[in-house]
């Protein structure tokens, strides 16, 4: 046969004419001889139907697996990938693998392909990244990225229209090809703006519920679709619609989460590949040194470390006093120090709050006494217990003593020596002046935000300050007090493990509203008494050893707080700024002034 022929053939009863378009063999340049074709016992037809036709021909043998990726092999890492494998492995089994095989094979199998998967977890930890890279990573049509309140439109009916016409071209392909349609890749980033669980908004209009039942029914409706793949990306998986949420709709849900030490490596190796290649890397830099100190640093956050390193390293090429003179290339090297200073400088948003944790305890954790000591040693050992302990997925203690005697310092000194990834402080401080209903929510995010992490150690600071409450009345907030009752006797997540450490200076109030019960060990962290009070002094090195007993006698029976303040005030001298000569042990405090400073602070 040759172009223009015409061929007349009968296949099951019905006769059929086609047309030959074009004629031509496979590799070979075009030439001026007549082009020839031949059907042979090895030919096979494939049809397709235009867009006006109806033809559909199903159960057709395939002579090879649809190749739906571009590459043969993928390096996570060539693609900037990092920390992500093990996520990356259960997407492609999931969502991928039933995809690489002709359709024939998975029509045999009696199953359909997954068509949605949502990826979820905190801020920065790649989410983003990894949809971007998978839609590149396919074969078949563009991409679709739909940023969720682009949808959004003003008009009536508009939003609803503008999610349909996502799926008009996926529609279309698979009405004209059928099971050899090409994948149609729908990207949804901030999918929690749009898909809001039905009838959780109040704006009168109904737009949210009708964007999420368009959405339902285009995925898994009557007429659903198999050769589409949605992929929604989120930080908030608990405002999403449940429906949304079940198998044959977002049914593949992988947890982007913060990197481990291994993710954290592969992902500063990923930022610094450039500059190594370039020799613009000093060798000092040890990259396993510094995914071991950014612990609960996300991917973005890693980033942000790097390229604040470098800012560091290309402000010491430059002149201030002439930044037109030309930069010498040849000297720009990022060191260990420039990381160091980074590090500083980026701070993780999610895990242990340590700026804060040290403002908890300005001067540091001196030797206050056995009592003290043993308390420490006791809250240390829960901690061990909450990370090695399979029984105890919750443990809970209870810090209580008078005002100013160490229990918020205490806490702070075990969040810190106890290395966990997740240490939060909850302190009435940075509640004020909110609602009973948002206090709660702060509180309930806090909880949830920890059990994200393996081990967490959650520090309910002065909980009668929690609670609103005053000895007048008494009033306090039972709204609080039955949240805190709740999430204290709350079992994590399988695979969690929480230590919440309380503190509080009304211990009998806490008492007669059960709270005390909710937890498992109460500790009682007293005042200092003389014998105590005199290691402190020794510590601190601001009196004569003739003095130091007779200080410490006057100390007796004093809350740790109150002896850093008289020791701050008798420091200055009594014509002031004297505080730098005794503390550099040039000087030492008079008796007498520290008498008099005691008298000040001592209320009779």
């Not at 996520?87 to 359709?103: G, K, L, N, Q």
């Not at 669980?197 to 109040?202: A, F, I, M, N």
């Not at 500083?344 to 305890?361: H, K, Q, W």
């Not at 901690?383 to 918020?408: D, F, H, M, N, Y």
């Amino acid at each position: 046969m040759t172009t223009g022929q015409r061929v007349t053939f009968e296949y099951h009863g019905n006769g059929y004419i086609f047309t030959v378009n074009q004629a031509a063999v496979e590799g070979q340049e075009k030439s001026n001889n007549i082009e020839r074709g031949m059907l042979s016992n090895e030919t096979y037809i494939v049809f397709e139907a235009s867009n006006s036709s109806g033809i559909k021909i199903v159960n057709q043998r395939e002579t090879a697996s649809s190749n739906i990726f571009r590459q043969k092999e993928f390096n996570l890492q060539s693609l900037g990938i990092g920390g992500l494998s093990a996520e990356f492995a259960d997407i492609f089994r999931r969502a991928f693998a039933s995809r690489v095989f002709p359709a024939h094979v998975t029509n045999k199998l009696g199953i359909k392909h997954v068509k949605g998967m949502l990826l979820f977890g905190p801020p920065g930890t790649g989410k983003t990244l990894m949809a971007r890279q998978i839609g590149q990573m396919l074969n078949g049509k563009e991409p679709k990225i739909v940023n969720g309140p682009e949808v959004l439109s003003k008009f009536v009916g508009e939003t609803e229209k503008n999610v349909r016409d996502l799926f008009a071209d996926a529609e279309q392909d698979q009405r004209t090809r059928g099971d050899q349609s090409d994948l149609h890749v729908i990207i949804f980033d901030e999918i929690d703006a749009i898909c809001k669980s039905r009838g959780s908004t109040r704006d009168g209009t109904g737009v949210h519920d009708s964007i999420v039942n368009q959405l339902l029914t285009k995925i898994d409706g009557v007429e659903s679709l198999n050769n589409v793949l949605l992929i929604g990306m989120t930080n908030r998986k608990d405002l999403l619609d449940e429906a949304l949420l079940r198998p044959g709709r977002l049914e593949v849900q992988v947890e982007i989460s913060l990197p481990d030490e291994n993710g954290r490596f592969q992902i500063l190796q990923i930022h610094t590949n450039k500059m190594k290649e370039s020799s613009f890397l000093a060798p000092d830099v040890n990259l396993q040194e510094l995914a071991a100190r950014t612990k609960n640093y996300s991917g973005a956050e890693l980033e942000g470390v790097v390229k604040s390193a470098v800012s560091y390293a290309l402000n010491r090429q430059l002149s201030m006093d002439d930044l037109t003179k030309p930069v010498d290339e040849e000297n720009i090297k990022v060191t260990m120090e420039d990381f160091l200073n980074a590090q500083n400088e980026v701070r993780p948003a999610f895990g242990a709050s340590t700026d804060d944790l040290d403002r908890c305890r300005l001067n540091g954790m001196v030797d206050c006494g056995a009592r003290h000591e043993h308390i420490y040693k006791r809250t240390m050992l829960l901690a061990e217990q909450v990370r090695v302990s399979k029984g105890s997925p919750i443990v809970t203690c209870l810090l209580e003593g008078p005002s100013g005697s160490g229990k918020t310092a205490m806490a702070a000194t075990v969040g810190i020596d106890s290395d966990f990834p997740y240490v939060k402080i909850i302190s009435a401080e940075s509640m004020i002046g909110l609602s009973e209903s948002s206090k709660c929510a702060q509180i309930v995010k806090v909880f949830e935000d920890a059990y994200k992490s393996p081990l967490s150690i959650i520090i309910l600071d002065d909980i009668e300050r929690l609670l609103e409450y005053v000895a007048i009345g008494p009033r306090f907030s039972n709204l609080i007090s039955q949240t805190l009752l709740v999430l204290l006797k709350r079992l994590p997540p399988k695979g969690k493990n929480v230590l919440v450490i309380g503190s509080t200076s009304e211990v009998a109030f806490l008492d007669s509203i059960g709270l005390c019960d909710a937890f498992s060990v109460t500790y009682h962290v007293p005042k200092l008494k003389a014998e105590d009070a005199g290691k402190v002094l020794k510590q601190l090195n601001v009196f004569s050893n003739d003095d130091v007993d007779a200080a410490a006698e006057a100390l007796n029976d004093m809350p740790i707080k109150k002896l850093y303040m008289v020791v701050e005030m008798a420091a200055q001298g009594e014509q002031g700024g004297g505080a730098e000569a005794i503390y550099s042990g040039k000087e030492k405090i008079r008796i007498s002034h520290f008498y008099d400073c005691l008298q000040d602070i001592v209320r009779y």
